[in-house]
């Protein structure tokens, strides 16, 4: 339970950190407002023309009697669209990092400057190009497996009693912990760290990793929140993969201390 309110708490530091350094929030938002502008522009499109899809891939039903056809039809575009809404809570993180990795790449480098004991900050020493290409391939095998369980508890959602109470729960715990492997991974790619073991690595505390990113999986289902937190959950995800690593973070005994002396008032 230490680590399920640790995880919150990076999420919170992250905001406040974006707070005092508010020069840089305008530059984290860019990426994310790119993104929102396509993924409405596609659910938008998928809502206007999503019926008349689903008719072409069903001409099997064509010849339906009423109401059947109707209902055959009004289910599957209401699945589609269902569906699509999962998938771009699941992707978005995922898509506005690839967009953004050298906007997110250069506020975890000064969040790492200013959390940093020595005001330095892990390089990978590799050209952009590299970094990019290494960030939108490990983001296209996240993005599979996050795919591959959306559509798996989508599946298990039809299950009776079960798919409304208990599948809900695990899809929520699921996208908290892939949110939280892209946002680590701006800083910890930068530290050589690969996808095999950037995974084994959150694997092995869990429950930090779903502090952080279950918060914020369900905040990402409100409109245009994801844009706005994207930036705060950047330094707070910079900071989480210091303690991931081992690495000291100034103020850390600091704010020790002072949640000692609270305690013992």
């Given at each position: 339970m230490h680590d399920l309110g640790a995880g919150f708490g990076y999420?919170?530091?992250?905001?406040?950190?974006?707070?005092?350094h508010g020069r840089h929030y305008g530059?984290?938002?860019?990426?994310g407002l790119i993104t929102m502008v396509l993924y409405v522009a596609?659910?938008?499109a998928l809502a206007l023309w999503g019926e008349d899809f689903v008719t072409w891939t069903t001409p099997f039903a064509d010849d339906w009697s009423s109401p059947w056809q109707g209902l055959f039809r009004g289910f599957l575009t209401a699945?589609?669209?269902?569906?699509?809404?999962?998938?771009?809570?699941?992707?978005f993180t995922a898509v506005t990092l690839l967009i953004g990795q050298p906007f997110?790449?250069?506020?975890?480098?000064?969040?790492?400057?200013?959390?940093?004991?020595?005001g330095t900050?892990?390089?990978?020493?590799?050209?952009?190009?590299?970094?990019?290409?290494?960030s939108a391939r490990d983001s296209l095998r996240i993005l599979v497996r996050a795919v591959l369980w959306g559509v798996l508890l989508f599946a298990l959602g039809f299950l009776p009693f079960i798919g409304q109470t208990v599948i809900p729960v695990i899809g929520f715990f699921v996208t908290g912990f892939f949110l939280t492997?892209?946002?680590t991974a701006v800083a910890l790619q930068r530290r050589g760290v690969d996808l095999r073991a950037r995974l084994t690595l959150l694997r092995?505390?869990?429950t930090l990793i779903w502090g952080f990113g279950t918060p914020l999986g369900l905040s990402f289902l409100v409109p245009f929140v994801a844009v706005f937190l994207m930036p705060g959950a950047v330094a707070g995800a910079t900071m989480m993969a210091r303690e991931l690593l081992g690495e000291e973070t100034e103020g850390e005994g600091a704010e020790d201390e002072g949640e000692s002396s609270s305690t013992a008032l």
């Open positions: 999420l919170l530091k992250g905001q406040r950190w974006m707070a005092r530059f984290g938002l860019i990426p596609a659910l938008v699945v589609l669209f269902v569906l699509a809404l999962l998938l771009s809570v699941l992707t997110y790449e250069t506020l975890s480098e000064k969040v790492d400057r200013d959390v940093s004991p020595d900050a892990p390089e990978s020493g590799l050209p952009l190009w590299r970094d990019l290409w290494i492997e892209e946002l092995s505390r869990k």
